[in-house]
């Protein structure tokens, strides 16, 4: 019988491994430098806390399952809802205000796999709970941006809309919430064709001309902040998306104060969910084609969704396996250094044992060292430490060790002497 790994997912090996590793620790390092502390949550949850946010069709995307006591749980399709559902219960009456932490960790979507698309696939983003905003968001935002700069992905295009805008235009009209949704789902899919047939075809979703063609001009004005004066124009007649368009005019200033420039205004950002409730934003890198967009997030309310009290949060999530793909894309491959700090070689059996005290020595003292437990002649551990790449190799001989010494070379040197350079 041959076992394969199951659709959807993959195999990581060593050195992919470590360039994931270390594109994790310098995303750490980012966000903990702006205050962030990380958490868990679990890698399922009840099946209700992802029907309450995205409703019950979002079960056909999911792996979700009973268990021995017949409860109804799914493996996390994304972990917003589980940090919500963390709020609630651990830290919404005992918190200081405002909350920011961050998260890491696998999710499962059962989907058609593509390229960029997998069945298991890793998030990492993270949540700013009961900041106010405009200026959280701003801030939310410039970490972002920094996140990405620092793995050398200098094309990503940050693009900034507020769905108060559109609501608003919506509120005024007297559009139904089923209506709104269904445009908003529309908007989110990016497919200007489709969304014109929606407004203005044989039976529009919206039976309103005026509004059809405010929307089909709005969503189509995306550029730098020389825009706005468009927008206002736009929804000059209008009260109710007034307040929206004044907090994202805040925000463009507030970007400039945190120093964010490479972001563009699109008001065909819509992240089609009920819960966005002001600034959303997607991030695109040009040259992944297709798979372009490697983060998402915004304002919400969530927390409030689950019964909980209103709390302003604002959040986001790197798509971390597009991240990888990105910094293949645009950066210049670097040659990882070897896994080991030394490397260390008994040249006969009278030394082994000694050879191995020496190596949990290294070990205990923070050296990442590695050690023959096969008997190799030198010339073959010469070749092994050549290959693995090792810059120190410790030679340990009987006369050395007779006289409590160990002879400690540079690997570049002896592969240079090997060779006759």
């Given at each position: 019988m ?31 430098s ?28 999911l792996y ?7 409860r ?5 399709p ?40 997998f ?5 990492f ?34 693009n ?51 509004l ?15 825009i ?9 007649p ?5 307040e ?17 420039q490479n ?10 969910l ?36 209103e ?20 950066t ?8 080991l ?28 060292t590695?050690?023959d ?15 693995i ?33």
């Amino acid at each position: 019988m041959e076992f394969t790994r199951p659709r959807g997912t993959r195999d990581f090996l060593f050195e992919e491994m470590r360039k994931r590793k270390q594109a994790e620790g310098t995303l750490r390092r980012i966000f903990e430098s702006y205050g962030y502390q990380e958490i868990k949550t679990p890698l399922f949850e009840e099946l209700s806390l992802f029907t309450t946010k995205s409703g019950e069709e979002i079960v056909n995307q999911l792996y979700n399952f009973k268990d021995k006591s017949d409860r109804e749980l799914t493996l996390r399709p994304e972990i917003t809802a589980p940090v919500a559902r963390l709020y609630l219960n651990e830290l919404e009456k005992t918190a200081v205000k405002p909350i920011k932490l961050y998260y890491y960790g696998s999710c499962f979507r059962y989907e058609r796999p593509q390229k960029g698309r997998f069945r298991q696939f890793w998030q990492f983003g993270c949540e700013l709970i009961g900041a106010k905003t405009p200026q959280g968001e701003a801030e939310v935002i410039a970490l972002c941006s920094d996140a990405i700069k620092s793995l050398g992905i200098t094309t990503a295009d940050v693009n900034i809309n507020h769905l108060g805008i559109i609501r608003g235009l919506f509120k005024h009209f007297e559009i139904s919430t089923e209506t709104q949704r269904e445009i908003m789902v529309v908007i989110d899919k990016g497919d200007k064709d489709l969304l014109i047939e929606s407004l203005s075809g044989d039976e529009p979703v919206i039976d309103n001309d005026e509004l059809n063609q405010i929307l089909l001009k709005l969503i189509d004005l995306v550029g730098d902040k020389s825009i706005i004066s468009e927008v206002e124009e736009l929804i000059e007649p209008y009260d109710e998306p007034k307040e929206a368009f004044e907090e994202l005019k805040e925000l463009i200033s507030l970007l400039e104060a945190f120093q964010v420039q490479n972001y563009t205004l699109n008001l065909g950002v819509a992240r089609g969910l009920d819960y966005y409730t002001g600034i959303v934003f997607e991030i695109y890198v040009p040259e992944l084609g297709a798979q372009k967009q490697i983060c998402g997030g915004g304002s919400y309310s969530l927390v409030k969704l689950f019964g909980g009290q209103e709390v302003e949060s604002t959040g986001f999530a790197l798509g971390f396996d597009r991240l990888m793909n990105a910094i293949e894309e645009l950066t210049d491959e670097e040659e990882l250094p070897s896994h080991l700090d030394v490397y260390v070689a008994p040249i006969s059996a009278d030394v082994r044992v000694k050879a191995y005290e020496i190596t949990q020595t290294l070990r205990q003292n923070g050296f990442k060292t590695d050690v023959d437990l096969n008997g190799k002649k030198f010339k073959k551990l010469m070749n092994y430490a050549d290959k693995i790449k090792v810059e120190k190799i410790i030679i340990i001989g009987t006369n050395d060790l007779a006289d409590g010494k160990v002879t400690v070379k540079d690997m570049d040197n002896i592969v240079n002497h090997i060779k006759g350079e």
